[in-house]
Nanobody, 120 residues
Framework: QVHLVESGGGLVQPGGSLRLSCAASGSIFRIYGMGWYRQAPGKQRELVATISSRGSINYADSVKGRFTISRDNAKNMVYLQMNSLQSEDTAVYYC??????????????WGQGTQVTVSS
């Protein structure tokens, strides 16, 4: 059994910053790619940023230069530093990770999501 738990969401004014964290726990053998996705009301879930186990990073064009993804392999955690937040960034942010357990090959897991609201 694997769990992903996000934290760090909240209400912030335009131009402000937030840092999201995601902790993976359970019978983890290895974590491959990790990433953040978001879903705004009435829209499909979209990729925000991903980071491979070796540190290769990919960002959505809409967040390049404002968001930074990082991970701590020793702690099984992934982070998303969000700066210069805009109203368009308002969404539920989901953590995703490709994880192999001691019983299964790599499988995609999702967290429960954390709300980020950018508003004055």
């Amino acid at each position: 059994q694997v769990h992903l738990v996000e934290s760090g969401g909240g209400l912030v004014q335009p131009g402000g910053s937030l840092r999201l964290s995601c902790a993976a726990s359970g019978s983890i053998f290895r974590i491959y790619g990790m990433g953040w996705y978001r879903q705004a009301p009435g829209k499909q879930r979209e990729l925000v940023a991903t980071i491979s186990s070796r540190g290769s990073i990919n960002y959505a064009d809409s967040v390049k230069g404002r968001f930074t993804i990082s991970r701590d392999n020793a702690k099984n955690m992934v982070y998303l530093q969000m700066n210069s937040l805009q109203s368009e960034d308002t969404a539920v942010y989901y953590c995703n990770a490709d994880i192999a357990t001691y019983d299964t090959y790599g499988h995609g897991y999702w967290g429960q999501g954390t709300q980020v609201t950018v508003s004055s």
